[in-house]
Structure formats: C-alpha cells, structure tokens
Antibody, heavy 120, light 107 residues
C-alpha cells in the first residue's frame, strides 16, 4: 500500500523549533519529488515547500523562507522539514504529499497530517 | 502570486443532482490546474490534474474542464460521499497556490 505517515508535531513556544518527519512506503521514494502543505484550523490549504528526488533542489513559500528547511533521506524513505523561529501563524496541520509525476507540482498521495501548535 | 477565486463559496444540492464548481485565476495558468476533495478530518484527495485528467481511481462522474483563467469541476450526479470541500490549485506560476475552497453541502 502506498502510504505517507507524518510525525513530530506538537506544542511549541513562539521562537521555538520543531522537526517534522514523513515516512514513505509502498513506492520507490527516491524517484519522487516531495512537498509539505499546511492548513491552519478552519482554513484552506497552503503550499509550504518542495524537494526534488535526490535532494539537490528545494523551494519555499515566502512565508517560511529562511526559517524552514526541507530535506530527505532516500535510504530511510523519509522527508523532513526543520522549522525554526516558529510563529503563531505557523499553527496548522502539516501534510506531506507526493508529486504526481516529475516536477508536476500536483499531489497524488497525502499523509494524514501532523498538528503543530505555536503558543505560549 | 496567482490568486484563485472559487465560486460559489457554498453549494447546496441534493444527491443525484449535478454540481458545477468554478475556479477563476487572476492570470493565465494554461492548463496547469488541479482539483482536490477534502472531507472533515481527512487529508485532501487529488481528483483532477492538468485541468481535465482524472486521477487514479477517481469515478467518471467527476470531470474537469477549462483553460487559461476559467476552470470548472463538474460532478454529474452527486453521491452521498461527494459532500465535502473542494479546492483548486495552480502550478503554472511560482509559488503554487490554492483557491479558498467551495463547500458542497447536502440540501
């Protein structure tokens, strides 16, 4: 079964850090670009970041550029996002998602999400 | 950034009826538009990519059309499981953006 499972969410104080993980199974992880998309409570979807298949190229939304770092370990079939200098507005469910096909920027497989709450 | 405006915000229909959801882009996105369905407490599900291609295992009652700036998602005959929130998403211009969503509710 093709699956993505996120972990690492939780409650963190403003200015703090958190690292989210997304473990992939059921497909050749190293062949796919991967993304993080977030959704604040009761709000819509917002794209956060993207990484290509070998990890050599990354992209970020302006709202997280310089604070978030996406990375991947193809040996562990896992993609990460390191989130620093967290703000209240970063509070959201964070989903990892698989690129439909090479550089398609459409997301065909999603994890169930992990909640990040930034609050004092 | 490209702004995607979805209409209506809420659509109230009955099972068996036809649903027509609209997504308008602030500038052309060519055909690089996708549609997703999201149910409460669940992750989004890809329905349509590149404006008119159904994703794997998506029923034929879902169809997408349009190009340039105006796009439509049509559900030909609503099933009870189709009542959800629908989002459009463009990948034509950086950054990737989503519409604000259309809530499809049971009348």
């Amino acid at each position: 079964e093709v699956q993505l499972v996120e972990s690492g969410g939780g409650l963190v104080q403003p200015g703090g850090s958190l690292r989210l993980s997304c473990a992939a199974s059921g497909f050749t992880f190293s062949s796919y670009w991967m993304h993080w998309v977030r959704q604040a409570p009761g709000k819509g979807l917002v794209w956060v970041s993207r990484i290509n298949s070998d990890g050599s190229s990354t992209s970020y939304a302006d709202s997280v550029k310089g604070r978030f770092t996406i990375s991947r370990d193809n040996a562990k079939n896992t993609v990460y996002v390191q989130m620093n200098s967290l703000r209240a507005e970063d509070t959201a469910v964070y989903y990892c998602a698989r690129d439909l096909y090479y550089d398609s920027d459409a997301f065909d497989i999603w994890g169930e999400g992990t909640m990040v709450t930034v609050s004092s | 950034d490209i702004v995607l405006t979805q209409s209506p915000a809420t659509l109230s229909l009955s099972p068996g009826e036809r649903a027509t959801l609209s997504c308008r882009a602030s500038q052309t996105v060519n055909n690089y538009l996708a549609w997703y369905q999201q149910k409460p407490g669940q992750a989004p599900r890809l329905l349509i990519y590149d404006a008119s291609n159904r994703a794997t295992a998506i029923p034929a009652r879902f169809s997408g059309s349009g190009s340039g700036t105006d796009f439509t998602l049509t559900i030909s005959s609503l099933e009870p499981e189709d009542f959800a929130v629908y989002y459009c998403q463009q990948r034509s211009n950086w950054p990737i953006t989503f519409g604000q969503g259309t809530r499809l509710e049971i009348k």
